[in-house]
């Protein structure tokens, strides 16, 4: 089994950046892709980021530039780096580990960018 811990949400400016944690505890060791997804406000949840455990990432578009997507593998983390933050970036956060018997979700960050 795997547990996944996300932090690092609260509220962010226009312009402004955040960084948001994801922890993996547990099993870890057949972990593959790790990933961010958001789920906005009355919308559905959408994937953000991804990373592979060799480092090979994927953006969606209304992000690419603008997010960074890291992980590490010897603590068992992926990070989102938020910058150049806009209103629509408002959600909640989860992260996911996939491994080749079942996708981990996490309880989700909240992020607010908001003046």
């Known amino acids: 089994q795997l547990q996944l811990v996300e932090s690092g949400g609260g509220l962010g400016q226009p312009g402004g950046s955040l960084r948001l944690s994801c922890v993996a505890s547990?099993?870890?060791?057949?972990?593959?892709?790790m990933g961010w997804y958001l789920q906005a406000p009355g919308k559905q949840r959408e994937l953000v980021a991804t990373?592979?455990?060799?480092?090979?990432?994927y953006y969606k578009g209304s992000v690419k530039g603008r997010f960074t997507v890291a992980r590490d593998n010897a603590k068992n983390t992926v990070y989102l780096q938020l910058t150049s933050l806009k209103p629509e970036d408002t959600g909640v956060y989860y992260c996911?580990?996939?491994?080749?018997?079942?996708?981990?979700w996490g309880q989700g960050t909240q992020v607010t960018v908001s003046s």
């Open positions: 996911n580990c996939i491994t080749p018997f079942t996708i981990y």
């Open positions: 547990g099993s870890t060791a057949n972990i593959a892709t």
């Open positions: 990373i592979t455990r060799g480092g090979s990432t």
